[in-house]
């Protein structure tokens, strides 16, 4: 007599191998970024493409096909009912999308990458243009590879943000700039708070600074650890070992802080995944949205409230003098400046989803061929002049700002920012409901309760729910934008009033 174990075990130890692929894809992929000299490029593009490549082969093996199939005859009792949907749908979409065109699409991000760089350090543009109107076809074939899809896009946003689509997410970010563009005009037009003093602080003592904070929140250095990149992220390369990335500002605080933070956000999910779905596809988080929100949940929700500078304050005074004339308000109004500006990436949270909603736009503008790549520079200024009041002076703080769209497809990489940001407000505000004075705890450096609501709520799940599922058991109801228009009422009206 076979048991449901003895059924099991063949799948996961497929699975096994196709996540020690991805372990090491992402640990070369980390190396890439933090440590490797710059001859080892060249070679570092063929070994993650090789490691790419025989990963998807794994998934399209027959073995796989058979070993899943059987446990979806012999264990029909639910045991394995969230293993075997994931598993199901990814294979179906590594199935769809063709050897060769992974290979060709990897190769043309490779290309469109380097010519991304040459165009921001150089100015010209033509060879950009070029590659990313090559990038435009390659989304739409590879949106050709799902024509059940109402809108190209789904295809790519589902990679990302399983089960949203143009039409789900449309009304909801034309709702959140009809609402942001008024708070955006009320709450910049105030004149702004001094900013914290401007150091200069030894890079050390930053890091030490911020990696203290990241601790007293819960990320565990046992299994963690963190280095200096130009952009920073976090990665994992199993349940023990979830790196983070951060970059100094010698002259600003906040830089450091808050991408110290908000990394370590992602990273906290990642270790408090169940150990259980270690080895799984079950192992990773909901989604691009859904990881994001525990993200700016820490970053925003958390590291820019007035309570938690009550407790952060005075330990970063210790470290750094230069704080000894800035109370605990000063530096929450400091930290919470609304300005109209032109970077995504230092966006405060008021305009932050002005930026993310412009973006999805144009790709989807893009995507069905009402805006040409040539066009492109064009109808970005014209949307930051209507929605967020400012005007780019160039390429580089205009359309060649972000690496997404030169990183391989145009579609599905900016809807989770702001799924996030609404997703983070949600979060929080059920958290507080159910652990009770979550301020007070977070004055007193109390992080565990609100971190074990996430634990219990989000984290351990993995991607074991479906995000509305998640959602709606963690919060109560379906994703809403409300709590998170609340919040920021409650935040940036309550600082309007008071300068
Ligand atoms: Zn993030």
């Not at 602080?201 to 911020?210: G, R």
């Amino acid at each position: 007599m076979t048991s449901d174990s003895d059924v099991v075990a063949p799948l996961r130890s497929r699975l096994q191998e196709i996540e020690d692929l991805g372990g090491a894809i992402s640990l070369l992929t980390w190396d890439q970024s933090v440590t490797m000299p710059p001859g080892g490029a060249e070679a570092r593009g063929r070994q993650l493409a090789t490691l790419g490549r025989l990963r998807h082969e794994r998934w399209l093996d027959p073995e796989l096909e058979r070993d899943l199939a059987a446990v979806e005859r012999d264990v029909p009792d639910g045991a394995t009912a969230d293993l075997v949907r994931v598993v199901r749908h990814d294979l179906e979409r590594a199935s769809r999308v063709p050897n060769d065109y992974v290979a060709r699409s990897a190769a043309h991000a490779a290309a469109s990458y380097d010519a991304w760089l040459d165009a921001r350090r150089t100015g010209a543009v033509e060879r950009v243009v070029g590659m990313l109107e090559r990038t435009l076809d390659l989304s739409l074939e590879y949106a050709g590879f799902f024509p059940e899809v109402a809108h190209p896009a789904d295809a790519l946003i589902d990679d990302a943000d399983e089960g949203a689509t143009v039409a789900s997410l449309r009304p909801l970010f034309g709702r959140l700039r009809d609402e942001l563009v008024p708070r955006v005009a009320a709450w910049s037009g105030a004149p702004p708070p001094p900013p914290l003093p401007a150091g200069p602080f030894a890079v050390d003592e930053q890091l030490a600074a911020a990696l203290e904070l990241a601790q007293a929140f819960g990320y565990d250095l046992g299994r963690g650890r963190q280095d200096l990149t130009a952009h920073p992220f976090a990665i994992r390369f199993a349940h023990g070992d979830v790196r983070i990335t951060t970059r100094v500002k010698p002259d600003d605080l906040t830089e450091v802080l808050f991408s110290t933070l908000h990394e370590a956000g992602h990273a906290m999910y990642e270790q408090g995944v169940d150990p259980g779905l270690e080895g799984t596809p079950l192992a990773e988080g909901a989604s691009a949205g859904v990881h994001e929100s525990q993200a700016r949940l820490w970053e925003n929700q958390v590291a820019r409230s007035r309570a938690f500078w009550h407790f952060a304050l005075p330990r970063l005074q210790r470290r750094f003098p230069a704080l000894a004339g800035v109370d605990a308000d000063g530096a929450f109004r400091a930290v919470n400046r609304v300005r109209r500006s032109l970077i995504r990436t230092d966006a405060d949270e008021v305009t932050y989803n002005l930026h993310v909603i412009v973006r999805f736009d144009l790709e989807i503008e893009l995507l069905e061929g009402r805006l040409a790549v040539r066009d492109l520079a064009d109808a970005w200024a014209e949307r930051y002049a209507a929605d967020l009041g400012v005007t780019p002076t160039g390429a580089v703080d205009g359309w060649l700002q972000d690496v997404h769209w030169f990183a391989g497809t145009i579609g599905g990489s900016f809807q989770g920012y702001t799924l996030g940001n609404v997703l983070s407000a949600q979060f929080f505000a059920a958290a507080a409901r159910e652990v009770g004075d979550v301020e007070a705890h977070m004055a007193a450096g109390d992080f565990a309760p609100l971190r074990a609501w996430l634990t219990e709520n989000v984290y351990r799940h993995g991607r074991s729910k479906p995000v509305d599922r998640l959602v709606h058991d963690a919060t109560g109801g379906p994703l809403d934008v409300e709590p998170y228009l609340a919040y920021l009422d409650r935040k940036f009206g309550g600082l309007a009033g008071v300068r």
